[in-house]
C-alpha cells in the first residue's frame, strides 16, 4: 500500500525504523537486540493456556495485546488522529509489520457497513500451526484492537472472523462500534 506522503513523513518523524518495540532509540537487550523467537513467544501462550485454560489465555493476551496496541497508537503521536479507515491498515503495518515490530502483516483496512475489517498475514499466533488448528489470534487481534481504538477515538467490539489456519485467504478481524 501506497502512504500519502504526509503519513509517510509523520511515520519517519514518529517511529524510527531503529528501533521499533519503543519508538525511541534506545535497545532494550544490548547483546541479543530487541526481538525474541516465536517458539518463545508461543510457549508463553501455550503454558498460560495451560494454567488458565483456553478461554482464560484468550481474555488475557486479547487484553494484554489491546494495551500494547493503545501504547503503540500513543507512541507513535496516532492517539485521535483518525485517518480515513483505508490508511489505517498501512500505518498499522509500519508498526507491527516487517518495518516495525514483526508481529503480523496488516495488508487491508476497510469498512464494512459500520464495522471497521483489518486484514492480516503472517501473524506471530498463526506461526508454526498445522492446517485446521483451532489458533485463535488473540494477543494480534487485541494490537490491532487497541490501536484501532486509540487512532479512531472509537470504542469497538472485535472479533476474529477468519484464519488462514482454517482456509481463510488471511486472518480477518472485524470491529463493530459499540
Known amino acids: 500500500?501506497?502512504?500519502?506522503?504526509?503519513?509517510?513523513?509523520?511515520?519517519?518523524?514518529?517511529?524510527?525504523?531503529?528501533?521499533?518495540?519503543?519508538?525511541?532509540?534506545?535497545?532494550?537487550?544490548p547483546q541479543l537486540g530487541d526481538f525474541s523467537s516465536i517458539v518463545c513467544f508461543k510457549a508463553v501462550i501455550v503454558g498460560v493456556e495451560d494454567t488458565l485454560g483456553r478461554d482464560g489465555a484468550?481474555?488475557?493476551f486479547t487484553r494484554a495485546g489491546?494495551?500494547?496496541?493503545?501504547?503503540?497508537?500513543?507512541d507513535l503521536g496516532l492517539t485521535g488522529s483518525n485517518p480515513p479507515t483505508e490508511q489505517i491498515a498501512?500505518?498499522?503495518?509500519?508498526?507491527?509489520?516487517?518495518?516495525?515490530?514483526?508481529?503480523a502483516a496488516v495488508t487491508r483496512s476497510y469498512q464494512d457497513g459500520e464495522a471497521?475489517?483489518?486484514?492480516?498475514?503472517?501473524?506471530?499466533?498463526?506461526?508454526g500451526e498445522a492446517p485446521g488448528s483451532d489458533r485463535?489470534?488473540?494477543?494480534?487481534?487485541g494490537a490491532v484492537w487497541g490501536a484501532l481504538e486509540a487512532i479512531t477515538g472509537q470504542t469497538f467490539l472485535?472479533?476474529?472472523?477468519?484464519?488462514?489456519?482454517?482456509?481463510?485467504?488471511?486472518?480477518?478481524?472485524?470491529?463493530?462500534?459499540l
Open 66 to 74: 489491546k494495551v500494547r496496541g493503545h501504547n503503540l497508537a500513543r
Open 90 to 103: 498501512g500505518l498499522l503495518n509500519a508498526a507491527i509489520g516487517r518495518d516495525g515490530t514483526r508481529l
Open 1 to 29: 500500500m501506497d502512504l500519502p506522503a504526509e503519513l509517510r513523513e509523520l511515520l519517519a518523524t514518529r517511529y524510527s525504523r531503529r528501533n521499533v518495540m519503543t519508538a525511541t532509540l534506545s535497545t532494550l537487550r
Open 58 to 60: 484468550a481474555v488475557v
Open 116 to 127: 471497521i475489517v483489518i486484514e492480516t498475514q503472517d501473524t506471530v499466533c498463526s506461526a
Open 158 to 177: 472485535g472479533e476474529q472472523t477468519e484464519s488462514v489456519l482454517r482456509g481463510g485467504s488471511c486472518d480477518k478481524f472485524v470491529f463493530s462500534p
Open 136 to 141: 485463535r489470534c488473540t494477543f494480534t487481534l
